[in-house]
């Protein structure tokens, strides 16, 4: 059985269908990565896996259990972390507050301590600014904020919407590299990328969206030496 497995989801914004019938599948240990022009969709899907989004008719079953009634605090609750696009941090608090916010739904003391170590030890520069106010961080630290405090909920699968989205090239490079050693140590990606090549460098297999539908899928190697999605999303 997949971790996490969408069937025929429809999402609709109004009159406007968004998410046409698609359906795919995340196993355990993966990253997959989902890519496509903007609009395409990609983060609908990932705001109605996490329950932000309501669908309209589909199946989403995360270790067996259906998403699509489930409220998106339970979702967390359950194992599932999501970095939003634009990271979402709460500018106002401090590193460390930010942090303790992403363990939320955890009750054990030691074990959240324990965590905030294992975040400070992946983010170095974030236990160097712990009591920094987060909204004066730069863009590639807000990035690893957003990512250490959705680890804080020790999540088994983290959905990741654009993490390089408006970061410099070695900022780029870095939360890739971090994003590989966070599915190295056990967790599953779904991530969601504009800049496919380097998805696709990163990720085990790939789904491309085209307007709510899903036109192409398979291994990330063989995807990123396919023609058509060469010319549409690698720029060559």
Known sequence: MSMLHIENLQVYYGAINAIKGISFEVEQGEIIALIGANGAGKTTILHTISGLVPAKSGSITFNGTELTKTPAHKIVSMGMAHVPEGRRIFQELTVYENLMLGAFTRKDKAEI???????????????????????????????????????????????????????????????????????????????????????????????????GKIVLSGDAHELMNNDSVKKAYLGE
Do not use: C, W
């Open 113 to 211: 301590e324990n965590t905030l170590e294992e975040v400070f030890k992946r983010f170095p520069r974030l236990e160097e600014r712990r009591t920094q106010i987060a909204g004066t961080l730069s863009g590639g630290e807000q990035q690893m904020l957003a990512m250490g405090r959705a680890l804080m909920s020790h999540p088994s699968i983290i959905l990741m919407d654009e993490p390089s989205m408006g970061l410099s090239p070695l900022y780029v490079s870095e939360i890739f590299d971090i994003i590989q050693s966070v599915n190295e140590s056990g967790t599953t990606v779904l991530l969601v990328e504009q800049n496919a090549k380097k998805a696709l460098s990163v990720a085990n297999r790939a789904y491309v969206l085209e307007t």
